[in-house]
């Protein structure tokens, strides 16, 4: 059996319980070697075959699933957060499925709810944004026509822009032509979780800038919105003078 399992942002207690025991029970392990953290390979057994797939094709990756299974062997497929997002797994399964191979998917804890911990951030405020968009900057690979930053950046709502480190300057671009005044708030997150985490805060107009000055190449996300400012409305959901399923309003 083919285990796909999210390792998480980082840190190696943010994986979860069931990504951990499978892990632990693992024959082999290929893992994301460039962006998971290895202090996760301590929770594998002495005797597990490990494979870095940083240095690897598609093609060698199913090669070492398919021997693993020709020889009863269970694999766990480790990816970095949570492997729904930009983790390149549909292609896999789809020659699991062509080579008649059972998987399963464990999912993990994303970099993105990482950097807003981070942050200590809440994504959706009241009067604020009720919507989160997460995307990259076109680069060497394309994005739907429709997907373009300065479209998305149109909405005015939440952004999480993954991928994109490197490009700092086209995204700062694109965002203040796609209607983010200069002043909005944002911020660059660095290795959320990890022992080395930075914080960067920042505005959409000096994104670039401040990545510059900080040395930030990779391995960064940039959050952009008001969520990230000190104005928006209290909750509903505790508000005394709101009834809800659960309870009453007390008072008026």
């Given at each position: 059996m083919i285990h796909f399992v999210?390792?998480?942002?980082?840190?190696?207690?943010?994986?979860?319980?069931?990504?951990?025991?499978?892990?632990?029970?693992?024959?082999?392990?290929?893992?994301?070697?460039?962006?998971?953290?290895?202090?996760?390979?301590?929770?594998?057994?002495?005797?597990?075959?490990?494979?870095?797939s940083a240095k690897m094709t598609l093609e060698e990756v199913i090669e070492v699933m398919k021997d693993a299974e020709a020889k009863g062997l269970d694999t766990v497929r480790l990816h970095t957060g949570d492997q729904s997002l930009f983790g390149a797994i549909r292609e896999q399964m789809d020659l699991l499925d062509e080579a008649g191979i059972s998987y399963d998917d464990t999912p993990g804890v994303s970099s993105f709810s990482?950097?807003?911990?981070a942050c200590n951030a809440e994504y959706t405020l009241p009067s604020v944004s009720q919507s989160v968009i997460i995307?990259?900057?076109?680069?060497?690979?394309?994005?739907?026509?429709?997907?373009?930053?300065?479209?998305?950046?149109?909405?005015?709502?939440?952004?999480?822009?993954?991928?994109?480190s490197s490009l700092l300057d086209k995204v700062q671009a694109e965002l203040m032509e796609g209607g983010y005044s200069a002043d909005t708030p944002a911020a660059i997150v660095y290795k959320a979780s990890w022992p080395d985490e930075k914080v960067m805060y920042c505005t959409v107009g000096t994104i670039a800038k401040t990545a510059e000055e900080n040395g930030i190449k990779n391995t960064a996300l940039v959050l952009?919105?008001?969520?990230?400012?000190?104005?928006?409305?209290r909750s509903k959901l505790y508000d005394p003078t709101f009834t809800t399923l659960f309870r009453k309003a007390s008072h008026s």
């Open positions: 999210g390792a998480g942002p980082g840190a190696e207690d943010l994986i979860t319980i069931r990504g951990k025991n499978l892990l632990e029970k693992a024959d082999v392990i290929i893992y994301a070697g460039s962006l998971v953290n290895p202090a996760l390979l301590a929770y594998a057994k002495k005797e597990a075959k490990i494979y870095n990482a950097a807003a911990a995307t990259r900057m076109e680069g060497r690979t394309p994005v739907p026509e429709g997907e373009k930053m300065r479209l998305m950046a149109s909405h005015g709502c939440t952004m999480v822009i993954f991928l994109s952009v919105g008001g969520f990230l400012g000190d104005r928006y409305e």
